[in-house]
């Protein structure tokens, strides 16, 4: 916890962030568009999903969120890196396991006392103020132990226009395109006369503020991403969404035998809701639907309320094709607040044993318990329109949708015929636009159960090498998710917000694992070389059942496919290590792993739909995408070897290295990926494509795209952690630390024989299957402490090296256009490619922490009471008497902390290919220079 709070970080997400394996895309806390203001943690790039959360050991569901967790309940937080803990932690472990240990959890002291803690932060640019405050407490004996623990925290929103980085969506001084958007009031297509200004078939006003074009003549050619016309609706959008939440936690723990039966149970409940919002709601209506309004100035307009028959033959020059336009001053920012409800309720008994003068068993332990999670999510949309009614306002003549960006949003037009001007008529778009809206609600609920029981020991305590060390162990799980969509957003009739799918799924999983430890030469063996030696091997096995309950249709027959199942193990998750001691100075340690994901419930029973064009194929007209029962857990290899030098002669040094390699076959290869491959490689899914039946010429009809375990992927690199503490007489206690990681590989193979590629020193979110975001090179910290008569100062260097941007969005660099000069569409090669800088930021910390003095003794005295003996010396009852002011007295236990994270403000680096806002949110933050106060008072 103490580290925590000496890296500035004000939330458990914040902190891991610095974790130097922390890289790779992932939802973060940070996240705008796209963002709901969860944090996941995804260490050495290998997703989320690879990555197990664990609380005070145990696996956590809705909690996975860590943006859930506070820092009120937290005692400390135990990264385990690399698969080692999936056979005791289960499927999804591949990459590592973060474990959060709460007050009086496994391991910790019991909670005496009571803390407050107050923060106030916020940027330079005073745009993301901070407030956080929590309590905590706790009271212990012999036999009972109880803590409680309450905190609220919130946050302000930052703005992409109050930031240089991202006040523009325009990036063509970067070498890239005008990302703006080609979507707002003013834009029309339509066949165009090479004699009119208009010389394409995209235009644009000429006049933003007309509300009455006449035709073609009134516009002008649209110049497309290298020019200054489309919309920069970054000036508009929250780059950091506001949050506010808050966390309860209550623990008890009570010894009915000492220490060989203990009771104890937790509840731990959540509250978040995050503010987020879109830029106001573009749309494009189709040539029909455009046709009908009476303010068409084009041929094939047809005014519903005008009878007669139209005289367009549908090829002449001037005929509208479609229309755009964006909802800026009608409906405003499309806004979405997600709440959530997060609950997790533990109860459980362990108890340990120690028998003494017994050759059989010397130590023998249990832990049995049951976790019940519940989550309710909540997301209301608002801002957007209903299609229909909209478009029915249109044909109405209340809603005008060729009037320019700037144009007023209410007034009299001229309505048309076929391109001739039949009279005039008012509209409001206003008052029409909000009769066509609607408040989106969409409910998701989970409940997950976890009963476990482990028994752990130590046999044969007299043999040579000193006996053998076993855990024992089961975990039953069932999982439930449910979601209930908004109507419109599930009927498909929403304008401009994505759509939501209902759905019902159940999973069961039943699992046993085991481990043994053997000693091969022991500490006492006095061996040459050889101070200890010994071998461990633990085993898992996991069966997994899933039940679609709401039932799906066969794409493209629309045939009803029932409620579907699915059934799978985890093919045996395995650890072999081997630790090695020559002296008690230096040990070496090696492994072997072997360890599963397990496909999500939307892997495999999302809803199947049809693609359409397909996106990326000539010829294939059609793909099915989305989740397919067939998918089945991904099996990773993984090595790793190291070592950790704590030598005698150095006190307070200790440094790790491990050399780590990742090798995962069957990779689930998503549909938006799988789309990709299969219009590269037809050749290589011949079971997948569909022909029709012509007898001399076949032709694609459509592919199955839908979710399979195709991919390959290998990473390696090494992961290294040092520190070393020098205590002084005079100068107080200097620490140094630092954390590393370098990658040595970091590639992918979408499917056999389709050739790999590699991402390391890259970045790349989307345009190439199984793209990771970014993978630096290195990234790591050095961290220096001096602590001295209750001042402590904290200075960290944090660094990311630099990487090469997305070659997709950049057009040229330094006057050399870029070109694909080789390779293949999933391994493409470019003649220059754009370098994203390198990032180094300075976080600074101050402190002082009023101690209470020793106490002194009390004095001598003679005591009355003696029976008409001799008077006797005595001492006071109490070991000393306090001493001080009663001012100094109320600061005894305070400390006050002042920082900056940040602190020489440098922005993230610009990347062309990240997904909103220019840079990448799970590397950096735009927070930029922060600084924040803070008192913790200690009773």
């Known amino acids: 916890m103490e580290s925590v709070l000496k890296q500035g970080a004000n939330t458990p997400a914040e902190a891991l962030r610095q974790t130097p ?15 709901t203001g ?188 290298n020019s200054d016309d489309p919309f920069n609706f970054r000036s508009m959008t929250p780059a950091i969404p506001a949050m506010e939440k808050s966390q309860y936690y209550i623990t008890g723990r009570y010894k009915v035998f000492g220490e060989g039966l203990q009771i104890y149970g937790d509840l731990l409940y959540a509250k978040r809701k995050q503010e987020n919002a879109l830029a106001p709601a573009p749309f494009v209506l189709t040539n029909p639907q455009a046709n009908r309004s009476p303010y068409n100035p084009f041929l094939g307009g047809s005014d519903d309320r005008v009878t007669g028959p139209l005289t367009s033959t549908g090829t002449g020059n001037n005929q509208l094709t479609s229309l755009s336009y964006r909802s800026i001053r009608e409906g405003g920012l499309r806004k979405s607040l997600f709440d959530y409800d997060y609950w997790r309720y533990v109860a459980g008994i362990n108890g340990n044993f120690n028998f003494t003068d017994n050759n059989f068993i010397s130590f ?26 909209l478009v029915a306002e249109i044909a109405a003549g209340n809603f005008n949708p060729f009037i320019g960006i700037n144009a007023p949003l209410s007034g009299t037009a001229v309505t048309y015929r076929e391109g001739v001007p039949a009279g005039t008529d008012t509209y409001d778009n206003v008052a029409a636009f909000q009769r066509a809206s609607y408040v989106g609600r969409s409910f998701l609920y989970s409940h997950d159960f976890l009963a476990d029981a482990k028994m752990f020991g130590h046999l044969f305590p007299n043999l040579f090498q000193g006996g053998i060390g076993f855990n024992l162990g089961s975990e039953y799980r069932h999982s439930r998710q449910k979601q209930i969509a908004d109507p419109t957003q599930a009927s498909g009739d929403q304008l401009a917000l994505g759509g939501v799918r209902p759905f019902s799924y159940h999973q069961e999983v039943n699992a046993y694992f085991a481990e043994v430890q053997l000693p091969l030469v022991g500490m006492t063996m006095n061996i040459p070389l050889v ?65 599963s994901r397990a496909p999500t419930l939307w892997e495999l029973f999302e809803p199947v739909a049809s693609a359409f064009p397909a996106p990326d194929s000539p010829t294939i007209s059609e793909f099915l995408v989305g989740g397919n029962p067939e998918v089945r857990p991904e099996i990773t290899d993984g090595y790793s070897a190291g070592f950790v030098f704590n030598p005698d002669w150095i006190a307070g040094l200790i440094v790790t290295a491990d050399f780590y390699q990742l090798f995962t076959r069957d990779i689930v290869l998503r549909s938006s990926d799988l789309t990709k491959t299969i219009a590269a ?138 070109t694909r000069t080789g390779g293949t569409d999933l391994d493409p090669q470019y003649n220059v490619y754009r370098r994203v800088s390198d990032h180094i930021t300075l976080d ?61 403000d440098r922005s993230p680096p610009t990347v062309l290919g990240a997904f909103n806002d220019n840079y990448d949110t799970s590397l950096y933050s735009i927070r930029n220079r922060y600084y924040y106060v803070g008192i913790t008072k200690r009773f």
């Open 531 to 595: 101070h200890s030696l010994e071998f461990s091997a633990a085993y898992r096995y996991e069966d997994f059942r899933n039940k679609d309950q709401y039932g799906a249709v066969e794409a493209p027959t629309g045939l009803p496919l029932g409620k579907r199942t699915s059934q799978f193990d985890n093919n045996g998750d395995l650890r072999v290590a081997l630790r090695y001691q020559p002296t008690r100075d230096l040990m070496f340690r090696a492994s072997y792993q072997r360890s």
């Open 681 to 818: 490689y037809p050749e290589l899914f011949p079971d997948r494509i569909f022909f029709d039946s012509a007898p001399f010429f076949p032709r694609y009809i459509y592919a199955d795209a839908t979710n399979g375990n195709f991919g390959k992927r290998l990473v390696n690199g090494i992961d290294t952690v040092a520190s070393y503490e020098l205590p002084t007489s005079s100068f107080g206690t200097f620490k140094v630390g630092l954390g590393y990681n370098y990658f040595f590989t970091w590639k992918t193979e979408p499917v056999a024989r389709s050739g790999s590629h590699s991402f390391l020193g890259d970045y790349n979110n989307s345009t190439l299957p199984l793209a990771p975001g970014a993978i630096p090179y290195h990234k790591g910290f050095v961290r220096g402490e001096w602590a001295w008569r209750g001042f402590e100062l904290v200075a960290t260097t944090n660094y990311i090296s630099s990487y090469h941007d997305d070659p997709a969005f950049v057009i040229e660099q330094e006057g050399v256009a870029v």
């Open 364 to 389: 023998l332990g249990y832990d049995t318990g049951v976790v019940y999670e519940r989550g309710d999510y909540l997301r209301i949309n608002s801002g957007d329109a209903r299609r229909t009614p």
């Open 38 to 225: 969860s944090a996941f943690v995804n260490l050495f790039a290998l997703g989320h999903e690879n990555t197990l959360i664990l609380i005070n050991g145990r696996r956590t569901f809705t909690f996975k969120d860590i943006n859930g967790l506070g820092l009120a309940a937290l005692s400390r937080v135990e990264v385990l890196k690399g698969s080692g803990a999936a056979p005791f932690s289960g499927s999804g472990a591949v990459g590592g396991a973060v474990n959060f240990i709460l007050l009086n959890g496994p391991g910790e002291t019991p909670l005496e006392g009571a803390e407050i803690n107050l923060l106030y932060g916020n940027t330079t640019d005073k745009d993301a103020r901070v407030t956080q405050g929590w309590i905590r407490g706790g009271v212990a004996t012999d036999k009972v132990a109880i803590a409680a623990a309450a905190e609220y925290y919130d946050r302000d929103a930052i703005f992409s226009r109050d930031r240089e980085i991202s006040a523009s969506a325009d990036r063509r001084p970067l070498g890239g395109a005008n990302a703006g958007s080609p979507t707002y009031a003013g834009r029309v297509t339509f066949r165009t006369n090479p004699t009119l200004p208009a010389s394409g078939r995209a235009s644009v006003l000429i006049d933003p503020s007309e509300n009455n074009p006449s035709g073609a003549a009134d516009y002008r050619a649209y110049g497309g991403p």
């Open 844 to 904: 600074l910390q101050a402190s002082y922490e009023f101690v209470q003095p020793e106490m002194e003794a009390a004095a001598a005295g003679y005591s009355k009471d003696t029976r008409g003996a001799k008077p006797m010396q005595v001492h006071a009852a109490v070991a000393g008497v306090k001493q001080g002011s009663f001012l100094h007295r109320m600061l005894w236990g305070t400390k006050i902390r002042v920082g900056v994270v940040n602190a020489f």
């Open 21 to 35: 394996a922390y890289v790779g895309n992932t939802e973060t806390e940070n996240d705008s568009n796209g963002g």
